[in-house]
């Protein structure tokens, strides 16, 4: 499958690379045709298990289903980038729910996961904990963040200034 064929997510630039779509064939539970790329979770009452990539950014599904793909973000000014986001945009499996990073008045970019690892390697480590290691009331965080682990980092990027934000989720 060529991935460069497929649709680009401006919030989810990685998402192809991030575990989120399915390839493999499937039947899209909104336009019926047989496709090879999917994703397999939409928030919605409807019982969907294969959105095929054009229905999520052309937004059919979300309308179709009444759903969305994102479970919560925090609040801005911009109502297209906010459909855009909860309509058009794959989301990403968390333990507790994603909750979407925001600055200048935009959604950010969702990088990945990762762990300190990670950070320390980006060089951002010590910008995003606190003195102590801690994170967003999660004590030793630094000590204890590992990608994909029980205690797994969440990393996002502003679009217009560069900052990063990390969201932090346990099992």
């Given at each position: 499958?060529?991935?460069?064929?497929l649709p680009k997510f401006k919030y989810h630039p990685n998402v192809y690379e991030s575990g989120e779509v399915k390839f493999s064939k499937g039947v899209c539970?909104?336009?019926?045709?047989?496709?090879?790329?999917?994703?397999?979770?939409?928030?919605?009452?409807?019982?969907?298990?294969?959105?095929?990539?054009?229905?999520?950014?052309?937004?059919?599904?979300?309308?179709?289903?009444?759903?969305?793909?994102?479970?919560?973000?925090?609040?801005?000014?911009?109502?297209?980038?906010?459909?855009?986001?909860f309509c058009r945009t794959p989301g990403y499996v968390s333990w507790q729910g994603e909750n979407w990073a925001v600055c200048c008045n935009d959604y950010c970019?969702?990088?990945?996961?990762?762990?300190?690892?990670?950070?320390?390697?980006?060089?951002?480590?010590?910008?995003?904990?606190?003195?102590?290691?801690?994170?967003?009331?999660?004590?030793?965080?630094?000590?204890?963040?590992?990608?994909?682990?029980?205690?797994?980092?969440?990393?996002?990027?502003?679009?217009?200034?560069?900052?990063?934000?990390?969201?932090?989720?346990?099992?």
């Amino acid at each position: 499958m060529d991935k460069n064929k497929l649709p680009k997510f401006k919030y989810h630039p990685n998402v192809y690379e991030s575990g989120e779509v399915k390839f493999s064939k499937g039947v899209c539970n909104c336009c019926g045709k047989e496709v090879e790329a999917y994703v397999q979770h939409m928030y919605t009452r409807a019982k969907v298990d294969c959105i095929c990539m054009d229905c999520v950014a052309s937004g059919k599904a979300a309308e179709k289903f009444d759903g969305s793909f994102i479970q919560d973000a925090d609040s801005i000014d911009n109502e297209a980038a906010t459909e855009e986001l909860f309509c058009r945009t794959p989301g990403y499996v968390s333990w507790q729910g994603e909750n979407w990073a925001v600055c200048c008045n935009d959604y950010c970019e969702y990088i990945g996961t990762v762990g300190t690892k990670e950070l320390d390697e980006l060089g951002i480590a010590d910008d995003l904990f606190e003195a102590d290691g801690s994170f967003d009331g999660y004590d030793n965080a630094r000590e204890y963040l590992v990608k994909d682990g029980s205690l797994c980092g969440y990393l996002f990027r502003c679009l217009h200034c560069g900052k990063y934000y990390l969201r932090i989720d346990a099992d």
